[in-house]
């Protein structure tokens, strides 16, 4: 084995980029940087309906996304398992010259119909012995040796697979074409790869693909099965019931840095009590013998608070800047023109304090740029069903246009001092204030914006409100 590890991440590309395949190449990448080892990327494109160049850009651009550059010296590749069939072959051929491997020209229905027969599940060796040699139709299959196959695993510790129970497996289809389990080996040798660390759904592959690296005169890399991601119901994540596209989370405005370190903990903890960790920690500190083997559950709601945790770390600048791409486009309900920098410029650092992902911005901010507020019918009449809510408003009128300073501190003095008078805590006081002002219930801190907004605008809101109160 060569002293600088080597590393690779091999998907399978199926259109869109998995968390879990995410968790996976931030480990490879983790351990290749601490080494000072290299990160291969091979896309596994053999499938000709995966065979998409824009799928393989996707892969690119999500690994780009949580910090795995191609510009990056670690980074290698990416190569195209396509165009090593000639490799795979060749070693196929090989196994078969050695006597590792035979043909066989049972169909898939003869070897489940003398499978039925045998009274034992799966293919029974029967053209072991028959010498046949390869012809259309024909498939190659590994000859598995007696005895048994110990995976020493990083994460799992010691596997043992008696071999009987393993079926002399494919490795040609009947049409000549390489199978996966020998595909992913012999390229794992061509890339001269050391550390294959990959989800646990191949480690029922690992004793088989041993038997490969074994028979091909090869030392098997160190095997590592990294544990996998189940949702709420401690069922394995998949894309038809749970969110597992990492495109989606980026388009949210989940910020890249916290989706990082929240991939991350999915199996592994740093040192101490923290889990907000920066990378420079990350890379440091992250070792397999840590990884802990029982299934990750994949938290959207820690996510989300790792999320928030990153937004508020930023400096206001930094979230000014992350948060122009949010500002525009489609999903915003203001026009360029009602759009004001400066306003959000003064509002961004309250909008910081609560948002939770990057894509909610728009809801928070959007009664600043708008003449109008966009109203939440629910919120607006749960909050105008008691008399008391309409009555605040009127004593905000009054108490507002007072000539009174025009900041925050005094303004929350008012609706104090009047929600008192009521018998009603500030909560509650405000909440009428705010479902006038912003439409909704939920928005930034509710005095600072009204300082921000000005004296006339917020009259205006309140007078506004006040008659869609009497006209209803
Ligand atoms: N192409 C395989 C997959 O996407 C990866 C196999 C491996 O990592 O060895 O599941």
């Not at 629910?378 to 025009?406: C, H, P, R, Y």
Request: glycine content about 6%; some cysteine; proline content about 6%.
């Amino acid at each position: 084995m060569s002293s600088s590890p080597r590393f690779r991440f091999a998907p399978s590309p199926t259109g869109f980029f998995h968390v879990g395949g995410a968790r996976t190449a931030l480990y490879n990448w983790a351990l290749a940087k601490r080494l000072g080892g290299t990160f291969v990327l091979r896309i596994e494109d053999t499938d000709e309906a995966r065979n998409q160049p824009e799928w393989t850009q996707g892969i690119i651009d999500a690994l780009s996304w949580i910090g795995i550059r191609q510009d990056d010296p670690t980074f290698e590749g990416p190569y195209f398992q396509s165009e090593y069939a000639q490799a795979h072959i060749d070693a196929a051929n090989r196994l078969f010259e050695q006597g590792q491997a035979y043909y066989c020209d049972l169909t898939g229905e003869q070897v489940q119909e003398r499978a039925k027969i045998n009274g034992k599940q799966g293919y029974d060796g029967y053209s072991r012995d028959r010498g046949l040699e390869a012809a259309p139709g024909r498939v190659l299959r590994f000859r598995v040796p007696e005895g048994q196959t110990i995976v020493h695993d990083l994460v799992r510790g010691r596997v043992e697979f008696a071999n009987e129970v393993i079926e002399d497996f494919v490795l040609l289809r009947g049409n000549g074409s390489p199978m996966f389990l020998l595909a992913n080996v012999v390229d794992d040798i061509t890339m001269r790869i050391s550390h294959v660390v990959r989800a646990e759904e191949h480690l029922p592959n690992t004793p088989k693909q041993q038997m490969i690296w074994d028979a091909l005169g090869q030392q098997p890399p160190v095997w590592a099965h990294v544990p996998v991601l189940v949702n709420e119901q401690r069922k394995k994540l998949s894309k038809r019931r749970d969110k597992v596209a990492l495109e989606q989370f980026r388009d949210e405005g989940f910020l890249s840095e916290a989706m990082i370190n929240y991939l991350m903990t999915l199996g592994w903890a740093p040192a101490g009590d923290v889990e907000i960790v920066p990378w420079s920690t990350i890379e440091r500190d992250f070792r397999l013998e840590d990884v802990n083997h029982s299934p990750a559950f994949f938290d959207l709601k820690k996510l989300a608070s790792f999320n928030g945790e990153y937004i508020r770390a930023m400096s206001v600048d930094e979230f000014i800047q992350a948060s122009q791409p949010f500002l525009t486009g489609d999903n915003v309900p203001w026009t360029p023109a009602q759009f004001d920098q400066q306003k959000f410029r003064a509002m961004a650092p309250l909008a910081q304090t609560r948002l939770v992902v990057m894509s909610e911005l728009p809801e928070l901010v959007d009664f600043l740029f708008l003449d109008e507020p966009i109203i939440d019918e629910q919120s607006w009449s749960k909050t105008f069903s008691s008399a008391d809510a309409v009555e605040m408003l009127n004593d905000a009128i009054a108490a507002f246009d007072t000539g009174l300073t025009w900041d925050h501190d005094s303004l929350k003095l008012c609706v104090e001092v009047a929600g008192s008078a009521r018998g009603l805590k500030l909560g509650k006081a405000q909440a009428p204030i705010r479902v006038a002002i912003t439409g909704r219930t939920i928005g930034p801190p509710l005095f600072e914006a009204l300082e921000l907004m000005g004296h006339d605008q917020v009259m205006r809101r309140l007078r506004a409100a006040v008659e869609r109160l009497a006209g209803a």
